[in-house]
Structures are given as C-alpha cells and as structure tokens.
C-alpha cells in the first residue's frame, strides 16, 4: 500500500481542479497478469498502473499514520493453525449459508464507493463476478451504478444494499424501500462515519468524490444533500453525527429485510447491535479509513463472539487477502467474511473476470486450507484448529 511520490502527485493528482471525467476509469482491455493472477496480492500493482492516482490514493489509503491500515493486513499472519490429521477430506465442501441463504463459500463483496474509478462498467461488473462465484454482492450508497441498475444488469445474484444516513430522512426512507422494491436481501447500516477521518493521501492530491453517483441521479431522490454538495460533503452531515442506537428501530420499520450493521469493534456494541434487532453484525474499522490505532477487526473477533454467542451472525472484514484468512475467521467463531480492497484492484486490472479471478483464487485457498487443516467443512473449523 506505498503511496506515489509527492512530485508524481503533484503532477498528476491535482484532481481539485480536474474535470470530473479524468477520475473515472477508461475502458481498457483485461490484463492478462490479473488473468493469471494466483494471490489477491497481485491485482494491485496492475491497478495502480490503469488508475488515475488520485483515485487510486483514495481507494488504497487509510487514516492519519496509516498504522491500523497495516496491521489489518499483518494481524492475521500472526495467527497459527493446529491442524488435525487422518480426517476424510476427499469431498470438501466450502459452502454454507450467511443470512440464512446459501453461499458457495463464506465470503461477500464488501461496500466499496465508486466503482466506476476501477472499471467503466462499475458495480455492474463486479455485482456480475460476485454472482458467478455465488457469494453476496454489497452496493455502496455512494456506488457509481444505481441499485435498480445493478439489480437489473446482475439478476440471479445475492445482493444486500449498504447504508448512509442522509440529511433528509425521506431520503435515507426512499434509499431502503428502493433496495427492497429491487430484490436486495439485506440493509446493512455503516455505524462507525459520524464524520470522515483524517485521510491525508487525499488532502495532499486535492481528490473529492466529484463523480456520479448512481443513487442520486434522480428528481426525486435529489443529486445529494444539498444541490451544491461534493461527494465528500455528502458523507458529512450533522444528521450522522446525532445517529443513536434509538434511531434504528426507524430504520427497521422501513423495511421488511434484515438489518446488519458494519463497523462494530467492542463486546459492549455488539450486545446493544443484538438488543436493537440487528440480523447480523459486521466487526470492521471501515477498512482503517476512520480512527487510526484502533483494534484490528479480527484481534476483536474472538471476545464479540464471545459476547453474542448465537444470537447474531458475526461477520468481519478488513485486511482479508488468503483463504487461509477466511479459516482463522471461522475458527475464531465468524460466520463468514467480507473482502474489499482487493476486489477493486482485480475490477481495475481486469473487469468481471479480474473479479471472477479474484474470488476463485480465494475459493481454492480456501478449499486448500480446509483440506488441510481436516476440516471437510466450514462448520467443522473451530477454535481447536488455531493455537493460542
């Protein structure tokens, strides 16, 4: 996760005073090093090459020291496995269910703004891959496409619809009963943006969220909160610092679907996300682009389970690059993760099958790991499997 050099971004970021058109991504054939690609770690350095900087920047970075942005990724090297021998493993099977419906192995698309900076085709793209590879697809609030669009363009996939709080409630209202007339299964509320954090990659290249956002481009909608709102101010209204815990029984009457809510990293918030009906929770320092020097999400894991038992799923993300993740998930008792990042690196490098590059790869790791840890299937990885 390097950053470019002060000179190149001066040169090349300036994306204050760039029309909005030089942020988004050109439409340029597969590379096919990302076709090739046999970790997630590959995908990067080809993204970065076919990004604008500015973009890239914005997607790669993290808050104030970036100190949590690289400890999400080094926490999980830190666990180690306790293997178990002479298991039958001659049919691993890696599929299991998240939300009560089926997934073919325990990962989802996590919320990612702004596909379009990766891929002309944007969500379309990546909504496509994740339904070829049967695992959920997150639309972000501030997606490039609009959810009925990717709805539409993606059919046949498991779809869940993140969450921000707008400044009108009438529009965060018409935001959920748009997901739901579209077939999304899932609210999932960002609970951890009452304000942006302290994101210096983007101050220094000037970059703004000054593109189209596919969920704000209708009259009644309305383009943001106010006609004169850039992305970011988008993201930064008073109405979110007030969000409490009181107020999502709101949202929940809103829709019928289940509510997850994403951004949790304390027992104490957990057991209060249980109290207020959330389905599911989602243990995550939003990718460490909020609060730095927070606890990694999956050093938190562990004592959350512990916490809510089965009352809620347990989902988390941030840092997720092996398959071998996804078992030291399961085995600290997560019922699947989200992954992020490295499927906008695989979208840049190559589109739908960068994605569906991408997601194989983690399959097969995944398959790998549980061959070899004598584990024949997902809910057979358990806390034995990880040395204390």
């Not at 009457?253 to 027992?267: D, E, N, R, Y």
Request: proline share 6%.
């Amino acid at each position: 996760m390097s950053e470019h050099s002060g000179a190149d971004r001066d040169s090349r970021a300036n994306t204050g005073t760039e029309p909005r058109s030089v942020l988004l991504a050109r439409d340029l054939p597969a590379d096919p090093r990302a076709l090739r690609a046999v970790n997630l770690a590959e995908f990067e350095p080809i993204a970065r090459e076919r990004m604008h900087p500015g973009a890239f920047d914005y997607v790669a970075g993290g808050a104030w020291d970036e100190i949590s942005l690289a400890e999400n990724e080094a926490a999980w090297r830190r666990y180690r496995f306790r293997p178990r021998v002479l298991v039958d493993v001659a049919a691993v099977d890696p599929a299991t269910t998240m939300l009560g419906a089926p997934v073919d192995f325990p990962v989802a698309v996590a919320p990612m703004a702004v596909h379009g900076l990766a891929h002309p085709l944007g969500e379309l793209a990546s909504a496509r891959a994740a339904a070829t590879a049967s695992v959920p697809f997150t639309l972000s609030t501030m997606s490039s496409q609009s959810m009925e669009d990717v709805a539409a363009g993606a059919p046949g996939g498991r779809r869940w619809f993140q969450l921000y709080v707008q400044a009108r409630p009438n529009q965060t209202r018409h935001l959920v009963e748009r997901a739901t007339a579209s077939g999304y299964e899932a609210i999932v509320v960002t609970v951890d943006l009452p304000v942006l954090g302290y994101r210096e990659r983007d101050r220094r290249s000037g970059f703004d969220l000054v593109v189209p956002l596919g969920n704000f481009d209708s009259v009644d909608a309305g383009p943001s909160h106010r006609p004169d709102a850039t992305g970011f101010e988008v993201l930064s209204t008073w109405e979110r610092r007030t969000l409490v815990w009181d107020d999502l029984a709101t949202i929940r009457s809103w829709s019928s679907l289940p509510m997850v809510l994403k951004g949790i990293l304390t027992p104490e918030d957990a057991r209060l996300a249980v109290e207020h009906g959330a389905a599911a929770v989602v243990v995550s320092n939003h990718g460490a682009r909020q609060l730095d020097r927070t606890v990694t999400p999956v050093d938190a894991l562990a004592e959350i389970v512990a916490e809510v038992g089965d009352s809620t799923e347990v989902w988390v993300d941030g840092g997720v690059r092996r398959g071998l993740d996804i078992a030291i998930a399961l085995a600290l008792g997560a019922r699947g993760v989200l992954v992020g990042r490295p499927i906008f690196w695989a979208l840049a490098a190559a589109g739908q099958p960068g994605v569906e590059r991408a997601l194989a790869v983690l399959r097969e790791e995944f398959e790998i790991a549980m061959a070899l840890l004598g584990a024949p299937t997902p809910d057979a990885i358990a806390a034995a499997h990880l040395a204390r």
